[in-house]
């Protein structure tokens, strides 16, 4: 009886240390904005593999019939709304009145079908603006659509403005392509995936660049690889519960 007790604890022993160890898991969702400008990077771009999100700019010759193309395609499309410093016929500044910020936004959701949220083009200045953002914000939930706050200046209030009423959102973690070399957008996509390693989740943003598009057509395919999970943004904003991340705020509330 006493060798079988022994046999059966070192089984169970060998069960313990066989076992695979919990992991936590990493999500990353990648963004892709100034689209509609061109229809060979458009393509290209929706051509990714992965859900990549499609964000396009309603001041562009082909952000209707693109938004449409994304979206029969099974993309997620968003609104890459101008703000200040950009300039044009959809972009807000702090100077206009509610209604005039509220018939750019009303034109410019209908130049890009289908968007599921919005994301800032620029914006160092309007994101800002407090009052802006707020109404913004609220402006998002009654249309039920989320915000992506692309955190273009450190002195944005748009991510804590959502947060403020519970509306849907995420903020961007990592630039992919401030610096426009193939071995530069390496580097950021990396410190993506390590970000989403140590965090769990991690959003990156790039542009239609064909720099950009090169890393990302040969490396999205090595993440799953890499322990890494590229995801949808509906499921990453359910992933984040709206809560910042270390580098936005403290104790999941952005400062």
Partial sequence: MRAFCLALLCLLAGAVHAAPATTQKAYLSII?????????????????????TMAIMP??????????QAHKAGRTVILHMPMDPATGPYAWHPDLAPTELERRLDAALAKV??????????????TAQPEAMAWLMGELQRRELFFVDSRTSAATVAAAKAQAIGLASVSRDVFLDDVRTPEAIAGQLRLAVELARKQGTAVAIGHPYAQTLDVLEREL??????????????????ERSNRA?????????YR
Avoid at 59 to 68: C, M, Q, Y
Avoid at 113 to 126: C, I
Avoid at 221 to 238: D, N, S, W
């Fill in 113 to 126: 079908p289908y968007a599921a949220g919005v994301n800032n083009h620029m914006g160092s200045r309007m």
């Fill in 32 to 52: 892709i904005d100034d689209l509609g400008q061109s229809p060979a990077k458009d393509s290209r771009t929706l051509a990714l593999p992965g859900p990549v």
């Fill in 59 to 68: 001041d562009t010759p082909h952000a209707t019939d693109f938004a449409r």
């Fill in 221 to 238: 395919p090595r993440l799953k690889a890499q322990g890494v999970e590229l995801i949808e943004l509906h499921q990453m904003i359910g």
């Fill in 245 to 253: 991340m270390p580098a936005h705020g403290k104790g999941g509330i």
